[in-house]
């Protein structure tokens, strides 16, 4: 005879697999759900009938095809709480409220600088997770956490992020900071991870089990999930793809090291071949002007405009920006193997001249048997990728648990 405990995790067991499947499946019956968990019809409606009661799961009706009678189908109900996910970026800060359903129903998005310092931007941040909160209140009760991306290395068990080069940024407790402002379970992730994430639950690879995610912003970043988790290395700070060498004698990186591909992919790179082909390999633009001492009077979206009127500098700028992302992926396809590779970012605002040199380089340069079946595409989800990653970390993490969602009950 079972004694206790064993009935309790055999009840959780089942709880977790009836709510998998409504969260993936949904619209379900109580049928289907019976059918698919190979549950008896009583032990499915008991759970079905707890999670309609506390507001998580909603009852339909419908119009069943084959007998024309009226059947009831469940759903996640959208009004059963909301998150919040956020994005301190190196120049932004993006917010946004979910529902219960994962659909966002607010957001906005504010510049900053990061030469601003760290508690000026800290304190948009709180104002614009407070702004979040109080959209999400409006329409829902229950607030079930607020997950933070930020370019850097997070070490996620503390929720402290340790390093974020690029802001300047070390050993900050973003958890317990945000806690102690809003008094709401906080996930903090790296923003590459979130994006991956994001991407994995809501976007381009729902369905994908193995695929990398890389984003060329301000700096090079990268999420790597295989076999449908996300890697993260012995201490958490795995897929650090930008910071990969290149050249141990390159260029000084905002890491600290030399001749990282953070340095010759993104944005910024780009802005600094075309400098570079004007004043050292005498390259002539119509539309990009360096002044005397070699300063760019362009930034990256003139050099983008420039290559769609067929400038020859911007397009070989592009295209040698593209080989070194192209060999970054070649090498990525060659050690994990994945069926889809995600670029992000900005860098994506010129996919039309990057992507088809990164197929490229991949094409000569992976192994032919890792390239199999492999599909090189965009974020689909840009530029929500990385905050609909937070909410991930909050609503598909948790919400098997129904021992974790009665905590809400309020
Ligand atoms: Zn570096």
Redesign the pocket.
């Known amino acids: 005879m079972k004694n206790t405990a064993d009935q309790n995790l055999m009840r959780r067991m089942n709880n977790k697999t009836v709510i998998d499947l409504l969260r993936k499946e949904a619209p379900l019956s109580r049928a289907n759900l019976s059918t698919l968990t190979g549950l008896n019809r009583s032990t499915v409606s008991s759970i079905i009938d707890d999670l309609i009661n506390e507001g998580w799961v909603t009852e339909t009706t419908y119009q069943s095809d084959k007998v024309g009678r009226p059947g009831l189908l469940l759903e996640i109900n959208p009004s059963g709480g909301f998150a919040i996910g956020v994005e301190i970026g190196v120049d932004f800060i993006l917010a946004i409220c979910v529902d219960f359903s994962a659909k966002i129903t607010w957001h906005k998005r504010i510049e900053t600088d990061p030469d601003e310092g760290k508690t000026e931007i800290l304190g948009k941040a709180f104002k614009l997770t407070a702004e979040a909160i109080e959209a999400g209140k409006t329409n829902y009760s229950r607030p079930l956490g607020i997950g933070i991306a930020i370019p850097g290395l997070v070490d996620v068990h503390e929720g402290v992020l340790k390093n974020a080069?690029n802001l300047h940024w070390y050993d900050v407790p973003l958890r317990l900071i945000w806690t102690q402002q809003f008094n709401i379970p906080v996930y903090v992730e790296n923003e590459a991870n979130a994006a991956a994430l994001g991407e994995f639950h809501y976007g381009a690879a729902r369905g994908i089990n193995n695929l990398i995610y890389i984003a060329a912003g301000y700096g090079l970043g990268s999420g790597i999930i295989i076999d449908g988790n996300l890697l993260r290395g012995n201490k958490g700070y795995a897929a650090e793809v930008?910071?990969m060498t290149c050249d141990p004698d390159g260029e000084m990186?905002?890491?600290g090291?030399r001749g990282?591909y953070?340095t010759l992919i993104g944005p910024r790179a780009v802005v600094k071949r075309v400098k570079k082909i004007i004043a050292d390999e005498g390259g002539d633009s119509t539309f990009l002007h360096t002044t005397k001492n070699g300063q760019a009077v362009f930034g990256y979206d003139a050099v983008v405009d420039a290559a769609k009127h067929a400038d020859q500098v911007a397009l070989t700028a592009l295209e040698n920006v593209g080989k070194s992302l192209g060999v970054v992926v070649s090498n990525l396809v060659n050690v994990f193997n994945p069926k889809m590779v995600i670029l992000g970012g900005a860098l994506n605002y010129a996919k039309d001249y990057i992507q088809p040199v990164v197929k490229e380089v991949v094409k000569a340069n992976a192994l032919e048997l890792c390239q199999q079946d492999l599909e090189i595409t965009n974020s689909q989800l840009d530029p929500y990728s990385s905050v609909m990653g937070t909410i991930s970390m909050i609503l598909e993490k948790n919400f098997s648990d129904l021992e974790w969602l009665r905590k809400f009950n309020y």
């Open positions: 080069p930008g910071h990186c905002n890491c090291k990282c953070e």
